[in-house]
T-cell receptor, first 117, second 110 residues
Framework: DVKVTQSSRYLVKRTGEKVFLECVQD?????MFWYRQDPGLGLRLIYF???????EKGDIPEGYSVSREKKERFSLILESASTNQTSMYLC????????????????FGPGTRLTVL | GQQLNQSPQSMFIQEGEDVSMNCTSS?????WLWYKQDPGEGPVLLIA?????ELTSNGRLTAQFGITRKDSFLNISASIPSDVGIYFC??????????FGKGTRLSVIA
C-alpha cells in the first residue's frame, strides 16, 4: 500500500515562530504536493515538486517555502507563522505521468492540524 | 486557481437511500478522481477514471467519466452510516496538479 506520512497530526505554535511540516512517502513517487484545507474554501495548493531539488508555486504560496532534498521527503516551512495560517495541512504524492499504468493516482497523508496562537 | 463545480454542497439522507453527486468543469480533463475524507483525516482515493464514457464500480460506489470529458458523477447505493464524510472530485490534464471540487458533505440518518 502507498503510504504518505506527516510528522505531526496536531501542532500548536506561536505567532512569529518558524514551523516545519514534514512529509514522507514510501512509494518512490516523483511528484509531491502541499495543500491547505479550510472550511468553505476546499483544498488549495501551496507548493508542489516534480523531482528532487525542484519546486513550483501553487495557488497560495505566500508565507510558505518548501524543501525537497530527498525524493521521499517534502517539507513545508512557515518562516514566520501567523494566525491566518491556522489550518489543516495535507501532503500528497503520486508517480510521474507515464511511469506506471495508474500514473494519475494521487495519495494523501493524514494531515496536520496547525494552530497558530 | 481553477476549481470544479461540485454539487450538491451537502446532503442529508436516510440510511439505505441512494446518493448521487456530480462535478462539472469548463475545461476538459483526461483523468477524474473521487476521494472521501473522514473528519480529521486526509482524503482517501475511492475511484479513478481514465477514459471518456468509462463507468467504474467499487463496491457500492459507481462513478462515470463524462463523454464530453468535462464532467463526472459518483453514485453510492444503499447508504450506510459509515458513508458519512466529505466527497471530493478532482480532475487532471497531463502531469499538472489536480483541480478539486469544494466537496459534498454527506450525512446519513440511521
Amino acid at each position: 500500500d502507498v503510504k504518505v506520512t506527516q510528522s505531526s497530526r496536531y501542532l500548536v505554535k506561536r505567532t512569529g515562530e518558524k514551523v516545519f511540516l514534514e512529509c514522507v512517502q514510501d512509494m518512490d513517487h516523483e511528484n509531491m504536493f502541499w495543500y491547505r484545507q479550510d472550511p468553505g474554501l476546499g483544498l488549495r495548493l501551496i507548493y508542489f515538486s516534480y523531482d528532487v531539488k525542484m519546486k513550483e508555486k501553487g495557488d497560495i504560496p505566500e508565507g510558505y517555502s518548501v524543501s525537497r532534498e530527498k525524493k521521499e521527503r517534502f517539507s513545508l516551512i512557515l518562516e514566520s507563522a501567523s494566525t491566518n495560517q491556522t489550518s489543516m495541512y495535507l501532503c500528497a504524492s503520486r508517480p510521474q505521468a507515464g511511469r506506471v499504468k495508474l500514473y494519475n493516482e494521487q495519495f494523501f497523508g493524514p494531515g496536520t492540524r496547525l494552530t497558530v496562537l | 486557481g481553477q476549481q470544479l463545480n461540485q454539487s450538491p454542497q451537502s446532503m442529508f439522507i436516510q440510511e439505505g437511500e441512494d446518493v448521487s453527486m456530480n462535478c462539472t468543469s469548463s475545461s476538459i480533463f483526461n483523468t477524474w478522481l473521487w476521494y472521501k475524507q473522514d473528519p480529521g483525516e486526509g482524503p482517501v482515493l475511492l475511484i479513478a477514471l481514465y477514459k471518456a464514457g468509462e463507468l467504474t464500480s467499487n463496491g457500492r460506489l459507481t462513478a462515470q467519466f463524462g463523454i464530453t470529458r468535462k464532467d463526472s458523477f459518483l453514485n453510492i447505493s444503499a447508504s450506510i452510516p459509515s458513508d458519512v464524510g466529505i466527497y471530493f472530485c478532482a480532475g487532471q490534464l497531463g502531469n499538472t496538479p489536480l483541480v478539486f471540487g469544494k466537496g459534498t458533505r454527506l450525512s446519513v440518518i440511521a
